[in-house]
């Protein structure tokens, strides 16, 4: 599954990709890709085909569920069929460990203050991160500056974990470096929608080896934000972590069950 890593060069380590919301498919974002010259991205669904993030008191149902599920399939589905993708699970309060069995390559872990919690005292929510970390996946985590925090220092202090956008939907840059996170060897950071002054800023005080291009789309565009990145002067070996060798280096760690292979 590992071996044919080597091809890739620019990965896109942050794009919603999804059929139910939107015309967020596969065959209308690839040709964004080719045109900024990436060769492959990281996938996850649309927030919208995972839950309803306008209702504080979203209550789950068999209903969205069975979207859940379509969600999460279509990812897995075009990695399946060969397209330059690496698709990551989007975990919610059902915690469904089973999906930890197939061939993802990291976790989507997603949340604003003002939208439905994650129940973090659920068993099945421990369970769920043990796996993970067994697995060696990767977690992109957005969630309040609180509930970041508490996630990375106790609930799961051996995951590896990347912050999107360098913070700034998970409290700010500012005050995850006021509590020390980005000083953590464990957790990286992507580049989307970030501020070239603040990527620049986190090259020179903490490692050009923690760092991912991501551009978020659709909420940036894959030119745009690699753009940014082109422009904050690294050499070529600096360029090469961040744009790919970096979440290659993630992905090579991951444990995949032998039926996977």
């Known amino acids: 599954m590992l071996s044919e890593l080597s091809r890739f060069k620019v990965i896109d380590a942050?794009?919603?990709?999804?059929?139910q919301?939107?015309?967020?498919?596969?065959?209308?974002?690839?040709?964004?890709?080719?045109?900024?010259g990436i060769d492959a991205a990281c996938i996850f669904a649309p927030v919208e085909e995972i839950y309803d993030r306008y209702d504080p008191h979203f209550k789950d149902t068999e209903e969205w569920k069975k979207k859940r599920h379509l969600a999460n399939s279509y990812v897995l589905s075009l990695r399946e069929k060969?397209?330059?993708?690496?698709?990551?699970?989007?975990?919610?309060?059902?915690?469904?460990?089973?999906?930890l069995d197939k061939p993802y390559y990291?976790?989507?872990?997603?949340?604003?203050?003002?939208?439905?919690?994650?129940?973090?005292?659920?068993?099945?929510?421990?369970?769920?991160?043990?796996?993970i970390i067994g697995k060696r996946l990767p977690i992109v985590l957005e969630e309040s500056l609180e509930?970041?925090?508490?996630?990375?220092?106790?609930?799961?202090p051996g995951a590896t974990v990347i912050i999107p956008h360098l913070g700034a939907l998970n409290g700010s840059f500012e005050s995850l470096e006021k509590e020390g996170i980005w000083n953590l060897p464990n957790v990286y950071a992507d580049t989307a929608l970030a501020h070239s002054s603040t990527i620049e800023h986190y090259i020179k005080k903490y490692s050009v080896n923690r760092l991912l291009y991501g551009s978020d789309y659709p909420?940036?565009?894959?030119?745009?934000?690699?753009t940014k990145v082109y422009s904050v002067g690294l050499n070529d070996q600096e360029l090469n972590s961040v744009l790919g060798d970096n979440i290659l280096a993630l992905f090579k760690k991951i444990e995949f069950r032998s039926d996977h292979e």
């Open 82 to 99: 060969g397209k330059p993708v690496f698709p990551y699970y989007f975990v919610w309060n059902d915690f469904n460990i089973s999906e």
């Open 147 to 156: 509930n970041t925090v508490l996630f990375i220092k106790e609930l799961a």
């Open 14 to 19: 942050h794009i919603h990709c999804g059929l």
């Open 219 to 226: 909420f940036g565009l894959p030119k745009t934000e690699i």
């Open 21 to 36: 919301y939107g015309n967020l498919n596969f065959e209308n974002i690839y040709p964004l890709l080719t045109a900024a």
């Open 106 to 131: 990291g976790i989507k872990w997603h949340r604003h203050p003002d939208e439905p919690e994650y129940n973090y005292n659920d068993p099945r929510c421990h369970k769920f991160i043990e796996r």
